[in-house]
């Protein structure tokens, strides 16, 4: 089945900096490739995806980017302010009403 | 808000027992999958329904199973439950599309 490593587990930056959190997935097959952020005592909440027949989406300050032939994928997040520090997710599927596996997480801390 | 609704929020119960979690789609959303969010195994799917039926399986144990009734809400029951069950537990619901909606969880604490 399909597996999905994502790096760092944790990531520490200055307010106004840039983080990008990076995640790789196993199985060509997978054609969707969402990511969520995760606060404390709440659901993961979609923030961008993007399909396999596009390599780049930017939505404001956020950014995914994909490399189908590596089987590697990317948040960027610009210009962090201190409302995005929380647990951020990657996780692939096979498209339509097909479940999703995830990456193990990233912790972002966004400091003063 | 995602729309998804689950409860309750937080449940408390002892080894042995058996639970009932329910979630609400968003209106107009056909499939329910449940996720389990533990500490060592991260979020894992754990089954998905489509219109009343059973879509896909996960990593589900055979004391967990799962309905999805005609107005669409589910269940997941959980039974002969372990310390180890002890997790947060995630509905998440799509129309046709692969765009999934996380509800805001269940906390399932086994003493």
């Known amino acids: 089945g399909e597996n999905v490593e994502q790096h760092p587990s944790t990531l520490s930056v200055q307010e106004g900096d840039s983080a990008v959190i990076k995640c790789t997935y196993s199985?060509?097959?997978?054609?969707?490739f969402p990511w969520y952020k995760q606060e404390l005592g709440k659901g993961p909440q979609l923030i961008i995806d993007i399909r396999s027949n596009v390599g780049e989406k930017k939505d404001q300050r956020i950014a995914v980017t994909l490399n189908k032939t590596a089987k590697h994928f990317s948040l960027h997040i610009t210009e962090t302010q201190p409302e995005d520090s929380a647990v951020y997710f990657c996780a692939a599927s096979m498209g339509t009403a097909s479940k999703l596996t995830f990456g193990t997480g990233t912790r972002l801390q966004v400091t003063l | 808000d995602s729309g998804v609704t689950q409860t309750p929020k937080h449940l408390i119960t002892a080894t042995g027992q058996r639970v009932t979690l329910r979630c609400s789609p968003r209106s107009g959303d056909l499939s329910v999958y449940w996720y389990q969010q533990s500490l060592d195994q991260g979020l894992q799917f754990l089954i998905q329904?489509?219109?009343?039926?059973?879509?896909a399986k996960g990593n589900i144990l055979e004391r967990f199973s799962a309905q999805q009734f005609p107005d669409l809400h589910s269940e997941l029951n959980l039974s002969s439950l372990e310390l180890g069950d002890s997790a947060l537990y995630f509905c998440?619901?799509?129309?046709?599309?692969?765009?999934?909606?996380f509800g805001p969880g269940t906390r399932l604490t086994v003493l």
């Open positions: 199985d060509s097959a997978s054609n969707y």
């Open positions: 998440a619901s799509s129309l046709v599309t692969d765009t999934q909606y």
């Open positions: 329904y489509y219109n009343g039926e059973e879509r």
